[in-house]
């Protein structure tokens, strides 16, 4: 028969997730980042909005510019790639594994459309940013008004 070590810290853990998926699922709250990662890997995103054109940043650490790809298509702004796990070597002992590796993708909806022709994106630091200027048919324009 084969002992199994009692570890109470993980067993109160285990408990506090499982309320706290308990109390996200009620409340209709989105779960924690933990949660996620756990799930599938999802970089982070900001989106914004000034008078001439949306900003999106997206937290891309360690991946390089080859490791993503950015389309648009309609109203829709498309980010995907991969972050692929160094290569194991043997004599290595991990103490903890965090990051979390795999591909990914989001999907962005835009709120007007937007001049494909002249959209930049650079990487910087980890950073993704993507400019996407707004089609002049879509800026607001000032009307005048005539005093007779």
Known sequence: MDMVKWEPLRDVITFRDEIDRLFDGFFGRV?????MARAAWMPLVDFEENKNEYLVKV????????????????????????????KEEKGKTFHRVERVYGRFERVLALPAEVDGARVKATHKD??????????EKTKPKEIGIEVK
Do not use: C
């Open 31 to 35: 779960p924690a980042r933990r949660e």
């Open 59 to 86: 937290e891309l650490p360690g991946l390089k510019k080859e490791d993503v790809k950015i389309s648009l298509s309609g109203d829709r702004l498309h980010i995907s790639g991969e972050r692929t796990k160094e």
């Open 126 to 135: 980890g950073i993704l940013d993507i400019r996407l200027p707004k089609s």
